[in-house]
């Protein structure tokens, strides 16, 4: 058992470190100052992203989060300081270093599932940076946390495939740069529950798809990232080649994805977290009331130093995950992405919500990051199913051990 | 000792629950329509409040917040339950019934402390619903939890009082119906810290008064009812009749004003978490998920429980207070004001979240009313000095009373 | 709607306290001492009750708990305060005053389902306060939330019944002075669920009832007031006419004695709740540390402050439940008992856990009554039941209310 | 960074599990019988104990927490995954083992910090298990959590010392087979802060050593390890030579015990919640309530999903922090030191409760280990410092990395 970085993980965590306090952080406002530009075309992403991912490209800070081959190769273990530290400036340097969700999901299912053509087609520019892309999976209708109630429809017609259906919270999928849609649909309502699923390429432009809206995060449309368009597929025609894998095989293909999917969400709301402790630490000795810095405060006192426990909890058992991940594979750390689906966001709430409340009125307001990153990780306990559903599946894991013996 | 309600209160909630079902809950999804209007004014209050009030107005259901013959004249414990009732559409329904903040409390304020020309002027037109107005208090450089660190300067030169000093989160102020806003600022820096306050009138569209921006509330302009303006006031000059009661006694006033301002921001609370519970608890017996519907499982059972427990506990506490503020007065009331503030907030975002998490992606989003509730209800937890204030200062009266012992 | 106390309660409320101050609270160091003396015969009660309810008769402080002409005549509501000022010496006032669980509960049984002889032989000596008596409900191998599951048998044979089973926690039943048992049992496992259960007095000196021995709760035997046994029933015969009204009516006699049972104990835990927050507040005006008093400490203070908070929501629910019961009846009060039930322990709980805390190593002593009063405390959120079963019971009905609109 | 054990963790641990089923949990009913039999003599170790110290020496499982030469020579680290299973029997495991608390850190003292002929004397037979030892430090009249308020003084009187004072929960000195305690005062209340403080050997028996009482915890006297007495020390005289290092260095000493003594509590503490998760889980896999085990109820799977994911957080922070004392040193580690000590007992006592909710009335007796395990566990938020003195020093450390900056 050793507790250190291996010495990649160092020299690309000490990179990644002075890319964010050379490019990054002070990009921040400039990001700030292009969204709130008047005659910015809406759900375009600004242009400073742009630049931000060309530095990062020179200086090989770029798919960081792609095992194999075609990304950097790095282990989840590797990865997972690293994803943190862009979970830092969250809005910023994920796009930047081409780590962002939902792309990074999408890459894994072409890099793993797609056809030479498709991988061709559309995993090379995602790669490049050079197209967006979104992930149609939550439907407005059902409860998503199960995969099985999807009503999609994916229909065979020659040598086309149909698609017919309605899905919201389609992150980054307002943005006209977001080029590609991966698709969840039922190829075959009538085949066992987990394999009447498939997944299919839907280009954005396909008639028959209208982006109805952007659906709202408490009250951010989160622009900067495309936003999260409701979509509706009528009658929409991709040909056959265009589906992932097999008919059938779209409920293993979204398994494949979420445990990554999990996991980086994670290692960055823990970077979300180090953030927030760092600005509330910051006010708390700035900010003088009743004669003294609300640092001298108990209760504050307090606020910190249980913020800083829990960030340490939540960090190890997120890298114990990622190790785990490595070593027994994601069927093997079942257990350990879901402990993580349920522990870190909650902690990480927890501590945006003090670091809210010590900021006042600031807090809530436009003027600090923290109540846009409570938004953004609010959703987390929603996101890819509640984490009611996951603590239930986790407690029946956990009594089967002992009522097996 | 008696929990029942008296003929009059009884006889207003039955006439005012009538007009949430015949117009105020049917006007919901008219206002929905017209902020979402792009040819809507920006900041503007939607039609359909003034259609509101013009029916409220017509059935007696006006100015019931103010007590005296101005007002209703209702006591604080009858008032309590009807604001109550206006929380389940939090939106509409004080606005409606010339019941929403900050125009209560600057009501209160002309008609306590206003002079006979500043009470013509101002008080009647709010009375009538026919102008809209805001308070100036909070300060974006300083704590304002403790009003002694007001920076806001309001200068004698000769028959005029010159202001300077920059505001925030000045509610209603980018509204252009609203006409007046009562500024806090300090007329005499060097009297004892209580007496160097004075509040005065400032006509919104008086030179030098800025309204620089709208501040957000966790994404959200609430452009609804006149957002929350930041406004630099620089070198404002208005005749010194327009000082409200005496040089001095800002400070005073501001804590006359505080004590029903509270409460009324609790008993709506109450409604809100009404709202909440009910949304709930139809989302779970409607959806399904895993087989049977959320009503069924266990966990959203406990959620249901303790917020019925906890909305009990919270409106006794509420009515409580009210009462104590009739027989004893809002000074004698004193330490139930502050633990209303501590537990009702609290209390309600608890129901809130639940209430969210019940709804998934829908809670979240502008699809339900849940995320806007949440946000406007988070800010309670800190407007007029945080819970942490409020706290310790109760926790000083307790202990005084083994203390002195 | 109205808050204060009428005059009856008021006087007696007076009379009350005199009472704890000049009696009672002396007494607390002498039941110590008795309890400890070497030579005391185990699970007696110690003199000093004796001479407390001797003292309290005289002052006519005796039986308020039971309404009509057999006890004091208060209502619900009346009597209320009054046991809560019993709780805040929770050991020694309620059997000073003969208003000590389970004879409490076992009187009103009596009084209102025990016919005259019954009357004559137990109620009238339970009234005296020259006998106590104990409730054998609970059963070890069963879930006694649902008193369906109750195993033990009472099978007629001639004119008499003959017991047989087993049943713990069995509260006072070590005491040699408890005479008398009413013991819940089936008479007819054939009949519908709820017409089974009968309950029969069984003096403790019956052949074939072994009282096995002393459970504890967290270490505490409650040797004070008779501990709580564990029972054996072995062909245990008792005359026919010890039948409680009739055959099948156990359940029913159950329910009535569960409401006023959880509001006695509700209303005595507001009681400690008050006693809890009291030495809290010595505590943390006496004691030093790093410097300056605890009470001067951020953290000491916010537990104070919830602490009143949580206490003045407890009560008043509780008040209101009393008053609820006095006006519709117990049935039309059912969810507000079950509210207290779930709301009065967990806010006692959390207290006492915070007044242990403020004490360090004596908190969790025999120094201060802090930690006995937690494991009594405890006991409330399993006892007649734990809360999970009220909450899910409280939260299908809250659902009905919308599934039926 | 590596989370698998090294090959010598993985035998010990193997070993130490067969030792665990086939000598340790075996002998808890053993135990058991012998704390309840009444010719015991009161406060002695029972026989059991000591046949399974032997058969654990036998087994090489035996000074297991000793780093270096006298002891097992294991890492912290290594050493963790061993005091965690100990913690599963956790009144039986660790004197069986000789890692009992507190002749654990008093067999660290006198091999750090004592001379020759005080090793002889008392640290040999501490490590052979043939006698036991207690640390006479905290007192009743002063807060414990700051070591400079101590008031026992060590006096110099020739070649002797004189000790005067008064110490309480001295764990383990109830025991006659307690042979020495190590016990702290002042030597010169005149010195700087940190240099007023001595450690001196007193034996048990020497004149003037007065064991007044044992002090319980909640209800329990714990007397099979010895209990916590109450110590008086009238003019004791010692040898000079008694002392421990030399004069002023009690407070450093102090420290150096308490890093080790900290985490391996958090070990056991770990061991102890595991054992309360297992518990639970069997009782709702056999406990039937309205129908079907409490296993299939939410809010049973949600508690045991949370006891799984605080107990992994938990664990790996103590891992951690082991790893990190092990290579930067005690002093490198504080910071963790203090989070475990913050962390792990809250963590433990919410599983403890669950369980004990889940098992109803025999969660709170002496039928299962739950409630004594609970009060035990309770301590430890107390000892050696309330949570709240170490949350606010660590929050002053995570305050300066921002501050310096």
Redesign the interface.
């Known amino acids: 058992?050793?507790?250190?970085?291996?010495a990649r993980?160092e020299e690309l965590r000490s990179r990644l470190l002075d890319f964010m306090d050379e490019f990054v952080h002070p990009a921040e406002p400039v990001l700030a100052a292009q969204l709130a530009d008047p005659d910015r075309v809406p759900w375009t992403i600004p242009p400073v992203v742009g630049e931000l991912k060309a530095a990062a490209k020179e200086r090989g800070l770029w798919n960081l989060f792609l095992p194999g081959e075609e990304g950097a190769g790095l282990t989840n273990?590797q990865y997972a300081p690293l994803a943190e530290i862009t979970g830092r400036s969250v809005l910023l340097a994920p796009p930047a270093l081409n780590c962002a969700a939902p792309d990074t999901g999408n890459m894994e299912v072409l890099a793993q599932f797609g056809d030479e053509a498709q991988k061709k087609q559309w995993l090379q520019p995602l790669l490049e940076g050079s197209i967006r892309s979104a992930f149609a999976m939550?439907e407005?209708d059902v409860?998503?946390?199960?995969a099985t109630n999807i009503t999609t429809r994916i229909e065979r017609d020659g040598d086309e495939y149909v698609v017919n259906g309605r899905k919201?919270?389609i992150t980054g999928a307002m943005n006209p740069e977001c080029r590609i849609l991966i698709v969840m649909g039922k190829t075959d309502p009538g085949a066992p529950a987990h394999r009447q699923q498939s997944m299919i390429l839907v280009p954005r432009d396909t008639p028959g798809v209208t982006v109805v809206r952007g659906?709202?995060?408490?009250?951010?449309?989160d622009s900067d990232h495309g936003g999260h368009a409701e979509i509706r597929f009528e009658d929409v025609r991709v040909p056959a080649s265009n589906l992932i894998g097999e008919e059938g095989s779209g409920f293993a293909i979204a398994q494949a994805r979420l445990g990554p999917g999990r996991i980086h969400h994670c290692m960055r709301a823990i970077g979300v977290a180090e953030r927030a402790?760092?600005l509330m630490?910051?006010r708390?000795?700035e900010?003088?009331?009743?004669g003294r810095p609300l640092?001298d405060?108990?209760?504050?006192?307090?606020?910190?130093?249980?913020s800083?426990?829990r960030i340490?909890?939540?960090r190890?058992?997120v890298?114990?995950t990622a190790?785990?991940m490595d070593?027994v594979g994601n069927r093997g750390a079942h257990?350990?992405i879901q402990?993580i689906k349920?522990?870190v966001p909650s902690a990480v709430e927890w501590i945006l919500d003090k670091a809210?409340?010590a900021h006042?009125?600031?807090?809530?307001?436009?003027?600090t990051v923290l109540?846009?990153l409570?938004?953004g990780n609010?959703?987390l306990?929603?996101a890819d199913g509640?984490?009611?559903?996951?603590?239930?599946s986790?407690?029946?894991r956990?009594?089967r051990?002992?009522?097996e013996k």
Do not use: N
């Not at 058992?1 to 291996?6: C, G, R, V």
């Not at 659906?215 to 449309?221: D, H, L, P, Q, S």
């Open positions: 058992m050793d507790f250190a970085f291996d993980t273990l939550t407005p409860a998503s946390s199960d919201w919270y659906m709202t995060v408490f009250g951010y449309e402790l760092e630490c910051r708390a000795s900010r003088i009331a009743f640092a405060q108990g209760v504050v006192q307090e606020w910190i130093a249980e800083r426990v340490e909890q939540a190890l058992l890298l114990k190790w785990l070593t257990t350990e402990a349920i522990a809210v409340q006042g009125a600031a807090g809530v307001s436009q003027d109540a846009q409570w938004a609010r959703t306990r929603l509640p984490d009611e559903v996951h603590r239930r986790l407690a029946r956990e009594l051990r002992y009522q």
